[in-house]
């Protein structure tokens, strides 16, 4: 093989890996700054209708998984399926409270209604997400951008599609935290 062959060769193979590279950086960058129309989970319910239990409670959301690429619709979806398959309530047990995809005002209204009621009231609903809409079969919908900084997204219940919930998402330092979820009656 000649030294021009080679060369050639082995310009080849560099445009290759840089086409390659190309490709994974570019498709990562457009699915993360993409809204996507619909984001489905394929959650069934068992025979009880039981929310799905997590396998340890360390399965919390952490800071690492919370990054300025999450859009509000992953934030919302990963919270929710965060907080129902939490295996301890998370209000009671103030896990909410460490959540990284919560803001901080968030987390002190969440916990003022908390200590005002009592999980044993027959009356009880839970202050995040009403008990009357709590399903394992959910889809997250589109943002609905308010500001450049400000989003709705809602969860729909794929069963018979209707919005159960708002979320109001906010950009904090560049960062999606929800600032707010509205029970949709």
């Known amino acids: 093989m000649s030294r021009r062959s080679l060369y050639l060769f082995l310009l080849a193979i560099v445009i290759l890996l840089v086409f390659i590279v190309y490709l994974l950086v570019f498709n990562q960058t457009t699915s993360s700054k993409t ?12 025979s009880s209708g039981a929310l799905p239990q997590s396998s340890s ?11 300025s690429q999450l859009t509000p619709t992953d934030v919302a979806k990963k919270f929710y399926t965060w907080y129902f398959s939490y295996p301890k309530d998370p209000l009671t047990s103030r896990a909410y409270k460490s959540s990284p995809l919560l803001t901080d005002s968030f987390k002190e209204i969440i916990t003022s209604q908390v200590d005002s009621s009592s999980p044993n009231d027959p009356n009880y609903d839970d ?13 997250v919908g589109q943002e609905t951008y308010i500001t450049n900084d400000k989003t709705n997204v809602m969860i729909q219940n794929t ?5 159960i919930y708002k979320v109001v998402l906010v950009n904090s330092n560049g960062q999606w935290l929800i600032s707010d979820i509205i029970c949709v009656p």
């Open 159 to 163: 069963q018979d599609g209707r919005n």
């Open 127 to 139: 202050p995040v997400f009403c008990k009357v809409n709590k399903t394992r079969n959910f889809t």
């Open 35 to 46: 809204p996507t129309s619909q984001q489905s989970t394929d959650n069934q319910t068992d």
């Open 57 to 67: 409670e360390n399965d919390q959301p952490t800071q690492s998984q919370t990054n």
